[in-house]
């Protein structure tokens, strides 16, 4: 029985005994008993090697680390780079807006500065209204008495209160900074 299943499993073959006297099936006994014997026993190495190789689904705590990423796995990281790049970008170009802005306004009020410094030696402090221009920003000073008539004529010098409106267009837009500050200086004629 076992030597048919064999057989058909295509382990023995038909074949002349050892002796070449007859067919595997007809074989002398002694062939047939040493070749029963020998193809049992490489029909059952098969079938154990056949056994140990055969693929068995392992639990999961046997399962090998993947050494790659999947293709989902590669989709979700690059939309999260896209968002998170996008949104890094905005902030960026805020920053650089707001950056040239808070330059501009520095070296508005900078002008600002340097004209009340320039006023009573290269401006003169007199009641009245001066402007000028330097580079992109356009300056005016306005200079008006300070306190009321009988305040200014009780004292041997009057107070004048000064403003400078720095203008500019930067951004799209009308910008401007204003100092006001109060000096002393000579009365009003």
Request: charged share 20%.
């Amino acid at each position: 029985m076992m030597v048919k299943k064999a057989i058909k499993k295509g382990f023995i073959t038909k074949r002349l005994c050892a002796h070449g006297l007859k067919a595997y099936r007809n074989a002398c006994t002694a062939c047939y008993h040493k070749r029963y014997r020998d193809t049992l026993f490489v029909w059952l190495q098969t079938k154990l090697y056949l056994r140990s190789t055969k693929l068995v689904k392992p639990s999961n705590q046997m399962l090998p680390h993947p050494s790659g990423f999947t293709l989902l796995e590669t989709l979700v990281a690059f939309t999260i780079l896209a968002l998170s790049l996008s949104v890094l970008l905005v902030l960026f170009s805020d920053l650089l807006d707001h950056s040239g802005r808070a330059a501009e306004e520095s070296a508005a009020t900078a002008l600002a500065a340097a004209t009340l410094d320039r006023l009573g030696t290269e401006l003169p402090l007199a009641d009245g209204i001066q402007s000028g221009d330097s580079e992109r920003y356009h300056w005016q000073l306005a200079i008006r008495p300070y306190g009321t008539d009988e305040d200014q004529a009780n004292h041997p010098v009057a107070a004048h209160s000064i403003t400078v409106v720095v203008d500019w267009h930067g951004g799209g837009r009308h910008n401007s900074i204003t100092l006001n500050t109060i000096r002393l200086g000579p009365p009003a004629s």
